[in-house]
């Protein structure tokens, strides 16, 4: 039923900054919550930001001071704004959707049915 698709990653001096973007189709939009994880190899896919259906967000919290995530054109687009990126942000990220509500902020990617195929940012 859900597509997605992550565009905007892209590679990038420190300091500047990317808007990534999701674009979902088949999706119900306001019945679940939607985000972004991000993950490096070897390690588990980590929560990054997410907006659940009362449009409350949740960010991690060492990222929250320079990410902003916003849900867009009636939920079906999902953006995260990032501002002065850091060599340590250089990751793959992956929207996702589809988790219940009420476990947004939890931001479990094993929480999520719906991926994304990822967007390589990278920093140096």
């Known amino acids: 039923h859900v597509q997605l698709v992550e565009s905007g990653g892209g590679s990038v001096q420190a300091g500047g900054s990317l808007r990534l973007s999701c674009a979902a189709s088949?999706?119900?939009?306001?019945?679940?919550?939607m985000g972004w994880f991000l993950q490096t190899p070897g390690k588990e896919r980590e929560g990054v930001a997410a907006?659940?259906?009362?449009?409350?967000?949740v960010y991690a919290k060492s990222l929250k001071g320079r990410f902003t995530v916003s849900l867009n054109n009636a939920q079906n687009q999902l953006d995260l704004q990032m501002n002065n990126l850091q060599p340590e942000d250089t990751a793959m990220y992956y929207c996702?959707?589809?988790?219940?509500?009420?476990?947004?902020?939890?931001?479990?990617?094993?929480?999520?049915?719906?991926w994304g195929q990822g967007t390589q940012v990278t920093v140096s």
């Open positions: 996702a959707a589809g988790s219940v509500n009420w476990l947004c902020p939890r931001l479990l990617s094993k929480d999520f049915p719906h």
């Open positions: 088949g999706y119900g939009g306001r019945d679940s919550c």
């Open positions: 907006v659940d259906i009362d449009n409350s967000t």
